[in-house]
């Protein structure tokens, strides 16, 4: 008796396995997927968090993790947390959908992103940027002319993700309107150094030596840029040692250079870095007098720019 029924339960395993793999019984087999105890266990630890994440912030970066969860009952949750009225809750859907792009997720994130009034635009004009479809790339364009140059940043970061084409003259508008939010030049640089866009990040470098912006965002963008160009290991070196010891720094540099100037002035500088315009320099940039480049901060990094240009012409 027992062999008999070890036979007619493995026949009917057999059976249900052949029926399966011919593309049978999927709907059954996606409701076992749903019964599996890893998947009850994701949705039992979503609600407990949500019922807490109102009052508690520390519970919303939890229920981010566990919307990140590979298993399917996140998928209704990330829909479920991106249409709840807390703020905290669909935030911590956007930054999953981060790591895990959702296309059902599209209309929920337009909305999002298409509200004024939203506090979480940002975070859906982002989450649009990692959805690589043809209705993400629509609204990305339409909210790159946002009358918000914050929101217009951000949409930026999206399209040169997706590889899209850039209009130079309208980025570098959209840079300029961004002049009181350093968080949102970061975004556009981040996008164009996704798109190996060196010539736009040269532009916008030259925009923050006009103004004398802060010196740690101008090495952000040159080691960017060095990357872009081969070598950013080497600029990063350069820019660490000038925080401690600019002219020594500089002495180092010149000292790799072909053909080192020494005891220039800023005219000879200028020229040094935009006669054969591979680095352009606005009139208006602030280059040190000398070979003791105090608080100049970008003069190591622009001569690092220069030979690496050199070297690719």
């Known amino acids: 008796h027992a062999f008999a029924l070890w036979t007619a339960l493995s026949l009917g395993v057999c059976a249900l396995g052949l029926a399966m793999a011919n593309g049978r019984l999927d709907a059954l087999a996606a409701d076992l997927d749903q019964l599996r105890p890893a998947n009850l266990l994701t949705v039992f630890r979503a609600h ?22 590979p298993v399917p009952a996140t998928v209704e949750l990330l829909l479920e947390s991106l249409a709840s009225p807390e703020a905290r809750n669909r935030a911590a859907a956007y930054r999953a959908l981060f790591e895990r792009p959702l296309e059902r997720a599209l209309p929920l994130m337009v909305a999002e992103a298409s509200c004024a009034d939203s506090p979480l635009r940002s975070e859906a004009i982002t989450a649009l940027g990692f959805l690589r479809t043809p209705g993400s790339l629509a609204a990305l364009r339409t ?24 209009d130079p003259a309208v980025l570098m508008a959209c840079w300029r309107a961004c002049r009181p939010w350093p968080r949102s030049r970061l975004d556009l640089t981040y996008g164009l150094h996704e798109a190996r866009r060196t010539d736009l990040l040269l532009a916008g ?28 290991e080497r600029m990063a070196e350069l820019l660490a040692r000038e925080q401690r010891d600019p002219a020594g720094a500089l002495d180092e540099l010149l000292g790799e250079l072909p053909d080192p ?19 352009a320099l606005p009139a208006g940039a602030a280059l040190p007098g000398g070979l003791a480049p105090t608080g100049a901060t970008s003069l190591v990094g622009l001569l690092h720019l220069q030979r690496l240009c050199a070297a690719q012409a």
């Open 48 to 69: 407990q968090i949500q019922i807490h994440a109102a009052s508690n912030p520390g519970q919303v970066r939890e229920l981010e993790d566990v919307l990140t969860t």
């Open 143 to 166: 909210l790159s002319q946002d009358p918000d140059p914050a929101m217009a940043a951000t949409a930026w970061k999206g399209l040169l993700r997706h590889g899209d084409a850039v």
């Open 205 to 232: 470098l030259g925009e923050e030596l006009r103004w004398g912006t802060d010196p740690i965002f101008q090495r952000t963008i040159l080691v960017s840029l060095a990357e872009s160009l081969g070598d950013d």
């Open 261 to 279: 100037v020494a005891g220039a002035a800023q005219a000879a500088w200028r020229q040094a870095l935009g006669g054969d315009g591979r680095v």
